[in-house]
């Protein structure tokens, strides 16, 4: 006859043919069975530890989760004011977006958003990896200290005074008189009038130059503070490496290549896995003080999704706004977790 | 004896000493030409005369104005306030929330500690924040004032208490926690020590410099916020409790021509005028953070090498 295999949990019993629980499974199934008392216990025993999370729960659910309920007003017309009493409407906002009415304008912002994420990457990223490698020239104390207190000082400065800033030393000469500082100095290395010309509202507000703008004055905010996390990694290499690259003839190049690189490669992946993971979440504060409304001529450059969407702020509109920062948000959850995954395979580097 | 140096090494001495002296003079540029403009003469100001030093007669109007403007005050206590109070709120969730994430013994503590990181990976986007806020806005009004008009009631509270968050400083606290040894929690444990008091006297104590560190760093986005403040208080018309960015900002940019939005028949102040005044609330507004500034500059290095945001 056939016998199942199960010993480990069930006794055959020859005689009567039939099968009877072990007595280590019956242990085995009591602790499963109780399983729920003893964490019930546990949590009842530490119901201090659950309470100081309490706070930081209800906080994030308040005001980080709740809004993602609003979501739903994507699928849904924009008639009424509060969403929940907005008739559905499948997916017809996102065809208007996609292909539709405004479609124009979200590709607009959508490429806006990709271009300024690109560029700021790749001008934005190696830029505090070079100022870590010069600080760590600089030997002296004191003087590598100024300069450092020096460069971390804009991360600190409001977006409101930075754009301010920023409009006034590329400013125009609208209310006559001369051109801002940056606009002058500008007009004098090209040696155009015309450009002096063109400046009538001021340079932030031209489309050919608001891009350049935009990268130039992140970086001033961010390089020198992004550097600290890259110098604590160049100065974490022993000298002895150095030491024995001279010895084989290395320059000063090769040292580079050869010692410095390989040893800030993990620093480096994880901070562009960080910068990739936020790359469509540009700052939309910034973006927002430098090109307010679609009356300024900058708008069809300085257009990303979230000022897009927030542009979108009335009843009306609301749904399209709703659905096209989704989109938005949605790639960017991708980006995070494709290359936190990529870097995990390929370098053991990972994030998360 | 000294290595003779290479030509390759000097060369790139060179180049860094004369970027990092450009890039550092560039990174204070703007605020001399902020204390410059401050202090010129106002149809140099108006002008874009200035470009270093201040230009023509030493004025100080512009700070006079600035000082005995009750607006402009009213804007700075508001800032102070939600600074302080809203610093101390994030802190107290945050340090607490980041003890009971340290912990092993913690049941479902990946799903809480996902449940935070999933905020820096998605958000929900600007419109339905500002719906949330609104709606946070309605209900502490029902609470507080008996309407449904988030107008009704003083919106510093709703800035201070819904806006600030910020996961990684969690992260940073929760992985400043799980440093500490465990030998010493055991210990006072044994000596009867009570959960908060194992926080506050162990804990606490022993992570000072992080817990400065993210201190500095929810007051410092506190006092620079604009954004939420400006959309949640625009639409309530509730120009009392502006913190000092949106008013800086509203001045600016009705009296100084930058945005493009001045109109000479309708503004209280020539260009020249609004624009040194402009650049006067603009040094007000840094005193805070330049004071602060050198002290914190060293705590840097430690709030951002994170050492991985692992689970």
């Known amino acids: 006859m056939f016998k199942l295999k199960c010993d480990d949990f069930l006794i055959y019993d020859e005689a009567t043919g039939k099968y009877t629980m072990s007595a280590e499974q019956q242990v085995r199934d009591e602790t499963e069975r109780n399983k729920w008392k003893s964490t019930g216990f546990t949590i009842l025993k530490d119901w201090r530890l659950y309470l100081m999370l309490v706070p930081m729960l209800l906080v994030y659910l308040l005001w980080k989760y709740a809004p993602m309920t609003e979501l739903t007003g994507a699928f849904r017309y924009g008639d009424f004011q509060y969403v929940s009493d907005r008739p559905w409407a499948g997916i017809e906002n996102f065809r208007n977006i996609y292909f539709g009415a405004n479609s124009e304008s979200f590709w607009m912002a959508f490429r806006n958003t990709f271009i300024i994420a690109f560029y700021g990457l790749l001008f934005g990223f190696p830029t505090p990896i070079i100022l870590a490698l010069f600080f760590n020239e600089v030997k002296s104390n004191i003087a590598r200290s100024i300069m450092q207190v020096c460069v971390y ?3 600190f400065i409001s977006t409101v005074i930075v754009t301010s800033l920023t409009l006034a030393l590329f400013s125009g000469n609208k209310a006559g008189g001369d051109v801002g500082v940056i606009s002058k100095f500008l007009g004098a290395i090209s040696g155009s009038e015309m450009l002096h010309d063109r400046l009538a509202g001021g340079l932030v507000y031209t489309v050919e130059y608001f891009r350049a703008i935009y990268i130039v004055t992140d970086i001033w905010e961010h390089a020198g503070y992004d550097s600290i996390v890259f110098f604590a990694a160049v100065i974490a290499v022993s000298p002895t490496s150095y030491e024995a690259a001279q010895i084989d003839g290395a320059g000063k190049m090769a040292q580079m290549r050869y010692v410095v690189l390989p040893s800030i490669l993990s620093t480096v992946v994880i901070m562009l896995i960080m910068k990739i993971g936020g790359l469509l979440s540009v700052g939309y504060e910034k973006l927002y003080l430098l090109c307010p409304s679609s ?11 979230s000022t897009w969407a927030n542009a979108m702020g009335s009843y009306t509109t609301q749904a399209y706004g709703i659905a096209g920062e989704m989109t938005n948000n949605l790639i960017g959850m991708i980006l995070v977790i494709g290359a936190n995954t990529i870097s995990r395979k390929a370098a053991d580097v990972s994030l998360y | 004896m000294k290595r003779k140096m290479e030509v390759s090494e000097l060369i790139f001495k060179i180049i860094a000493y004369v970027f990092l002296i450009i890039f550092a003079v560039l990174c204070m540029y703007p605020l001399l030409f902020a204390l410059s403009s401050m202090f010129s003469d106002f149809d140099a100001v108006g002008n874009n005369k200035i470009i270093l030093w201040p230009v023509g007669n030493l004025q100080f109007n512009a700070a006079k104005y600035v000082l005995t403007s009750s607006n402009f005050w009213v804007s700075y206590s ?31 503590r990946h799903g809480f500690n996902f449940f935070l990181v999933f905020t820096m990976w998605f958000s929900a986007g600007v419109v339905p924040q500002f719906l949330n806020y609104q709606s946070t806005g309605r209900v502490m009004a029902t609470i507080f004032a008996g309407s449904t008009n988030m107008a009704d009631i003083d919106l510093k509270w709703l800035i201070v208490i819904a806006m600030g968050m910020n996961a990684t400083n969690i992260v940073l606290l929760r992985n400043a926690f799980e440093g500490v040894p465990s030998e010493i929690e055991e210990a006072a444990r044994i000596d009867g ?14 992570s000072k410099a992080t817990i400065a560190t993210v201190a500095l760093f929810f007051g410092i986005s506190r006092w620079n916020g604009y954004f939420w403040a400006y959309k949640v208080t625009g639409a309530a018309g509730q120009s009392y409790s502006w913190p000092v960015q949106v008013y800086m900002r509203d001045f600016i940019q009705y009296n100084t021509g930058l945005t493009g939005q001045y109109e000479s028949e309708t503004a209280a102040f020539t260009i020249g005028e609004g624009t040194s005044i402009a650049y006067a609330m603009v040094i007000f507004a840094m005193i805070p953070i330049l004071v602060i500034y050198p002290f914190i500059q060293k705590y840097f290095a430690k709030g951002v090498n994170m050492g991985g945001v692992k689970e």
């Open chain 1, 153 to 155: 000082l804009p991360k």
């Open chain 1, 295 to 305: 009356t300024y001529n900058n708008y069809t450059v300085a257009t990303v999704v």
């Open chain 2, 78 to 108: 508001n800032t102070l306030f939600v600074t302080f109070i809203g610093t101390i709120w994030c802190l107290v969730y945050s340090i607490l929330g980041a003890y009971a994430l340290s912990k092993k013994r913690l049941l479902g």
């Open chain 2, 193 to 206: 020590a009570t959960e908060l008091q194992i926080l506050t006297k162990v804990y606490i104590p022993m």
